[in-house]
């Protein structure tokens, strides 16, 4: 019988998502059970904990000199629209990232600009690395 923490290890590692929830893991066991095997899995390094509720895989470095060395697998903007789309939000680029696409603007911004339109969200990502807009 495999323990809660292997079965969210084996789910991680099969999915191609970038951001998982907290709630995607319940049915693996209780509550208390699934955040002490997600504390557990934070500490390992096999995920990072993205904000409140929020996870993302890790990887680790095949070889050279950061070889066994662990990082985020995913870059934030791409874990933050993976948790905007679970939670029932359609993510578009924010003003700024349009603008630089468009050729409009060579500033890039030094964080992920997100527009989540009408939405009402407002929870903080990599300690506010990922700004909201509103349209």
């Given at each position: 019988m495999a323990t809660v923490?292997e079965k969210?290890?084996?789910?991680?590692a099969s999915?191609?998502?970038?951001a998982?929830?907290?709630s995607?893991?319940?049915r693996?066991?209780?509550?208390?059970t699934?955040?002490?095997?997600l504390?557990?899995?934070?500490?390992?390094?096999t995920?990072?904990?993205?904000?409140y509720?929020?996870?993302?895989?890790s990887?680790?470095f095949?070889?050279?000199?950061?070889a066994?060395?662990?990082?985020?697998?995913?870059?934030?903007?791409?874990?933050?629209?993976g948790?905007?789309v679970?939670?029932?939000?359609?993510?578009?680029?924010?003003?700024?990232?349009?603008e630089?696409?468009e050729?409009?603007?060579t500033q890039?911004?030094?964080?992920?600009?997100?527009d989540?339109?009408?939405s009402?969200?407002?929870?903080?990502?990599f300690?506010?690395?990922?700004k909201y807009?509103?349209s």
């Amino acid at each position: 019988m495999a323990t809660v923490e292997e079965k969210i290890r084996k789910y991680v590692a099969s999915s191609s998502d970038a951001a998982f929830l907290t709630s995607e893991f319940v049915r693996f066991g209780s509550r208390s059970t699934v955040a002490r095997a997600l504390r557990k899995l934070v500490e390992d390094e096999t995920l990072y904990r993205a904000g409140y509720g929020v996870y993302t895989p890790s990887r680790a470095f095949a070889d050279g000199p950061y070889a066994g060395y662990k990082i985020q697998k995913f870059d934030n903007s791409a874990v933050a629209e993976g948790f905007l789309v679970k939670m029932g939000v359609d993510p578009q680029p924010g003003v700024l990232v349009r603008e630089y696409n468009e050729g409009r603007s060579t500033q890039v911004s030094p964080y992920a600009i997100i527009d989540v339109g009408k939405s009402r969200i407002r929870r903080r990502l990599f300690s506010g690395g990922v700004k909201y807009e509103k349209s």
